[in-house]
């Protein structure tokens, strides 16, 4: 069964911060893997999607990167500001249904001004 | 890029009473939706896959008979939460997959939060 990990559960950092969120997953048998964004209440923004041939993937100030052999990816944020204040969350497929996708539990984000 | 609806994104009843959340495709035909339940402070959890024109299909521990799920268009999938309790209060949220593409394709409703008195 895929377990998701992430850590930290939670980070608080000042505006303008680089930072590292982690994640890692117990089957590295996976075929791509999501960040995504959840603000309060609200559905989730997917961010970056890494296939698993690839390394890594940008965006803006988001870089993903994906080792898929030691089951780990990060999500880099750089030069953090009070908007990226969210729950991000890491995604992989798997399970019984097809296309299921098998989330951990999030880092809450704060970027203070 | 893809929008998913969901409706209504608040509701409030009482115990024993049934409620339906409506995901809706708005500009691309979905044959495979899933609806997921998010706990606070906690992550998404899937409840089941809905396929259109077919039985939905439920994750272990999940209640067939308590979440009824409808996938009657290539557009529109509904979960019907029957005789709702204070326990099924949660943020219930979907996603549809687009027909023809890849695994990757699966865009995500803004949620439905669910409070049972």
């Known amino acids: 069964k895929q377990e998701v990990t992430q850590i930290p559960a939670a980070l608080s950092v000042p505006e303008g911060e680089n930072l590292v969120l982690n994640c890692s997953f117990t089957?590295?048998?996976i075929y791509n893997l999501q960040w995504f964004r959840q603000?309060?209440?609200k559905g989730l923004t997917s961010l970056l999607l890494i296939q698993s041939s690839q390394r890594e993937q940008t965006s803006g100030r988001l870089n993903a990167s994906l080792d898929k052999s030691s089951g780990r990816s990060t999500l880099y944020i750089a030069a953090s500001q009070p908007g990226d204040s969210?729950?991000?969350l890491c995604a992989v497929p798997g399970g019984t249904s097809y296309g299921k996708l098998t989330f951990g539990q999030g880092t809450i984000l704060t970027v203070h001004p | 890029g893809?929008?998913?609806?969901?409706h209504p994104s608040r509701v409030i009843c009482k115990s024993g009473t049934s409620v339906k959340i409506e995901c809706r495709s708005l500009d691309f035909q979905a044959?495979?939706?899933?609806?997921?339940r998010q706990f606070p402070k906690q992550s998404l959890m899937l409840m089941a896959t809905s396929n259109e024109g077919s039985k939905a299909t439920y994750e272990q521990g999940v209640e067939k008979d308590k979440f009824l799920i409808n996938?009657?268009?290539l557009t529109l999938s509904t979960l019907?939460?029957?005789?709702?309790h204070p326990e099924d209060s949660s943020?219930?949220?979907c996603s549809a997959r687009a027909s023809g593409g890849t695994t990757d394709t699966q865009y995500f409703g803004p949620g439905t939060r669910l409070t049972v008195l």
């Open chain 1, 27 to 29: 089957d590295s048998a």
């Open chain 1, 39 to 41: 603000d309060p209440g």
């Open chain 1, 86 to 88: 969210a729950t991000y």
């Open chain 2, 2 to 6: 893809a929008v998913v609806s969901q």
């Open chain 2, 31 to 36: 044959t495979t939706m899933f609806w997921y």
């Open chain 2, 71 to 73: 996938h009657a268009s």
């Open chain 2, 80 to 84: 019907t939460v029957t005789s709702a």
């Open chain 2, 91 to 93: 943020f219930y949220i």
